[in-house]
Structure formats: C-alpha cells, structure tokens
C-alpha cells in the first residue's frame, strides 16, 4: 500500500526540484519573504520651486512602507554641500510604518544667495535585522528678489 504525502508537503519539494533540474524557477523567489521594505516618492530628486532669499520654499518627501513587515524610521539626515540652505523639521524618531502605510516628511529651503543649491536628505531604516540608508537630492533655486516681497524678480 502505498502512502501518500499531503500536497502542502511535496508542493516546495516539486518546486525546487524544478528549480534545480533548470525550468527557469530560482529557489530564492519562491522562499524568500518580501520583509520590510522602504519607498520614497518622489523617485528623483526633490525639486524646490524657485525660491527668493526672504521667502522660504517648500516641499514633500513621502516614506512608504512597501514591504510585508512593518518598517521602522530611525533617522532621517542632510549632508552634502549646502546642506545649510536646506532643513527637515524635528520628527518623533523612531517612526513605526505598518505595511502599506505612508508618513510624509515636509521639507523647507531657504536660500541666502541666488543659484543653484544641493544636498542629500537620507533616511535610515530597520525592519529586517538591519540598517538600510536610503537618500534623495534635494535642489533648490535662489532667486533675486529686488523689493524683497517673497516674490522672484528675475522668473
């Protein structure tokens, strides 16, 4: 007589074995779990609306939580070389996104000259065991503002 084995048990043993035998199925993308993961939008650069030296321009950085496990946000840092122009408020560190979830950051530059101004904004995350440092470039425009009314003279 023979026994026979449930179906959940001899499904990933086929799987593999196909895997194994070369039908195009790799091993890891049928095992591996998805984790946490981490998204920002936008996918570029953030880009400033061109800004007057007596205003301040604004903008938005969204983090997503786009993995199976929930995600959490333990820094969020500038750098780069006009780091100064630029700023990310304080935030309630660490930030706990669910899967799926969205918390979107706000973001100010605030030039001191005209021209063009840069620097990198990072976010650091755990959720699988490690650290994992994402960053987006922020650039900004300095504008002339003759009258100094928060309005660009030159655009």
Not at 59 to 73: F, M, N, P, R, Y
Not at 123 to 135: D, L, P, Q, R
Request: proline residues 7%.
């Amino acid at each position: 007589m023979k026994t026979r084995l449930p179906l959940l048990l001899t499904l990933p043993v086929l799987l593999v074995a196909c895997a194994e035998d070369g039908y195009g199925l790799e091993q890891a993308s049928l095992t591996e779990e998805l984790g946490a993961r981490i998204e920002l939008s936008p996918e570029e650069s953030v880009q400033f609306p061109p800004t007057s030296t007596t205003a301040v321009g604004e903008s938005e950085i969204v983090i997503t939580s786009s993995g199976d496990k929930a995600l959490a946000v333990h820094d969020i840092f500038l750098g780069g070389l006009d780091v100064e122009a630029f700023e990310v408020p304080e935030l309630p560190l660490p930030i706990m996104l669910e899967p799926g979830n969205e918390f979107p950051v706000r973001l100010f530059f605030e030039p001191d000259a005209e021209g063009q101004f840069s620097a990198d904004l990072t976010v650091v995350t755990a959720g699988n065991s490690e650290e994992v440092e994402v960053s987006r470039r922020l650039i900004g425009s300095g504008c002339w503002d003759g009258d100094e009314d928060g309005v660009c003279d030159d655009w």
